[in-house]
Nanobody, 124 residues
Framework: QLQLVESGGGFVQAGGSLRLSCAAS????????MGWFRQAPGKEREFVAA????????YYADSMKGRFTISRDNAKNTVYLQMNSLKPEDTAVYFC?????????????????WGQGTQITVSS
């Protein structure tokens, strides 16, 4: 079973940057599509970004385009989320997720493996 552990969360001022990491174990990451989701207090979990097996295809929620970048290093079994120009509304718990489907032909968000999440707090 794929196990995922997020890191890199914390406090940041508006306009700042953070990079989240998601370390995978238990399976070879190169055969998993990976995604990032977030959940703010009192809100449902929402899609942030996703990446195909090789990293050749990436997808973003509209509000994150141009600010967030998802990437992966299959040799290190790690996925990243670079977040720039952070806003207070980006405050949430961020989750890493994985699935055995690929994302070459379009986005899917029905991921089956999830990490525990890492808190991001953006102050105004």
């Amino acid at each position: 079973q794929l196990q995922l552990v997020e890191s890199g969360g914390g406090f940041v001022q508006a306009g700042g940057s953070l990079r989240l990491s998601c370390a995978a174990s238990g399976r070879t990451l190169s055969r998993y599509a990976m995604g990032w989701f977030r959940q703010a207090p009192g809100k449902e979990r929402e899609f942030v970004a996703a990446i195909s097996w090789s990293g050749g295809r990436t997808y973003y929620a509209d509000s994150m385009k141009g600010r967030f970048t998802i990437s992966r290093d299959n040799a290190k079994n790690t996925v990243y989320l670079q977040m720039n120009s952070l806003k207070p509304e980006d405050t949430a718990v961020y989750f890493c997720a994985g699935a055995t489907f690929n994302l070459v032909y379009g986005l899917r968000t029905d991921f089956s493996s999830w990490g525990q999440g890492t808190q991001i707090t953006v102050s105004s």
